[in-house]
């Protein structure tokens, strides 16, 4: 196995988080999720960071959590999965630092299971919840924010198609297929 970092990238609900931690009960991997890390040092929720210290704040921080994690991933003596949230590949200073340091993979997944995800997770991520009862505007939103990201997403050393992690045996299937993707040797 290779011990440079593996990154996952995407946009929200494609299932970075999913993937990772199945990754590391079924490979022995270790896994982190840079949003949960971002909110350990924080002490407080992402969208509590937004909504005290706004969102140039909050990536400042994501920017700083995500180098530190890289560089304790470079140090680790097993691989290291990291999520990383949906707009983390968009800093030019992060991608780079991912792209130099790792492997990393641009998850993707059909936009109904996105859609369906997002609409499953309430409370979760405010602009979602505030179109959560019109589903064209949601559908929209998350096309447009797509579109927007792919630019940035599309730069990831790999693809891997995540669309499949709704049930346990979806996830066995799909976590397989990583591990013979991008953790054997």
Known sequence: M????IYLIGYMAVGKTTLGTALAEAAGVRFV???AEIERRAGMSVSEIFAQSGEAEFRRSEVE???AVSADAAAAQRPTVIACGGGTPCRPESMRLMLDTGTVVWLQAD?????SRL???PG???RIDALRDDRRALTDFVLDESRRRECHYSRAHSRFDATRLDTPAEVAETVARFIDQFLTT
């Open 111 to 115: 936009t109904d299971r996105v859609i």
């Open 124 to 126: 979760q991520r405010p």
């Open 33 to 35: 999720d840079l949003d």
């Open 65 to 67: 959590t995500l180098a």
């Open 119 to 121: 609409l499953d997770a």
């Open 2 to 5: 290779a011990l440079r970092p």
